[in-house]
């Protein structure tokens, strides 16, 4: 859901960088057999982005000849990526959303590398880096090997999609007998086609986004209550809903679709919260 700027290394360099490391002179000898396959893999991998058709890549075309899937992984992203030479280019793209944020959620932090497509199924592309998405560990377990199958499927890819820029979050205010809480969703804007939003309430449904921000909602709501509760009584209503507007406006400065600059916006377009909480 937030834009990151594609890797700086190739599918080439990152796959040299794994086989510079490997001392077994057999495995080392498969590995370099398979630098055509690797290198076409992600030829097609940067086709199919441009094209916006990853739904549509053929298994069959990211097999390692010679090499079982599950093996070439283990040889190349387990044991390669953990060797000097991948272990720089995987800190690198560990470390290039701000803040540590999961890019995936904007709430996390980024814990390990998502493959963007499964590498059990897609295990040429195990270290491509356009394949290799930093993410937090809730967002990459909620993914797992998901596999679009329509380009309404396709999740939101951090280096290839940018949405970040509009605002398309929003919130409803639920009353409860002692409390507010707040419940998200994906309000599109009127610049996005149908599949762009289905693809991002997918996204959303997916990694379940709503619940994740519902607890920093509320959060924010329980540790503002009692200031919020005195601007309310000496300045009355329309003084609580300036400040909250004040305080969203801010928050949008730095991200369009900051939780908590949705819930300050939120909450001042409630009425019954501004006058009575």
Known sequence: MWHLPRPFHSAAHSYAAVVATTRSVERRKLLLEAIPTVRKAGHELRRAAVESTLHDLDEKDFAVPGI????????????GMSAKKGKRIRDELMAAPRNKRCPLCSQGTVY??????????????????LNLVPAC??????????????????????????????????????????????????????????????????????????????????NLIYGMEARWDELRRRRG???????LLEDAASWFRKDPNSVEGVTCATLADDEVFCRTG
């Open 68 to 79: 079982d899937g599950d093996t070439f992984v283990e040889w190349a992203y387990d044991n």
């Open 112 to 129: 390990e590398l998502d493959h963007f497509v499964p590498k059990s199924l897609y295990p040429a592309l195990c270290v491509d880096p």
């Open 137 to 218: 560990e809730r967002c990459n377990k909620l993914k797992g090997s998901m596999q679009p199958r329509s380009a309404e499927d396709t999740l939101l890819h951090p280096y290839l999609d940018r949405i970040s820029h509009e605002r398309w979050l929003d919130a409803r205010t639920v009353h409860e007998p002692d409390f507010v809480r707040l419940e998200f969703f994906v309000s599109p804007p009127d610049t996005w086609d149908t599949t762009l939003t289905r693809r991002v309430e997918n996204h959303f449904g997916l990694l379940q986004l709503g619940q994740r921000y519902a607890p920093v909602a509320n």
């Open 237 to 243: 209503g329309s003084m609580l809903r300036d400040h």
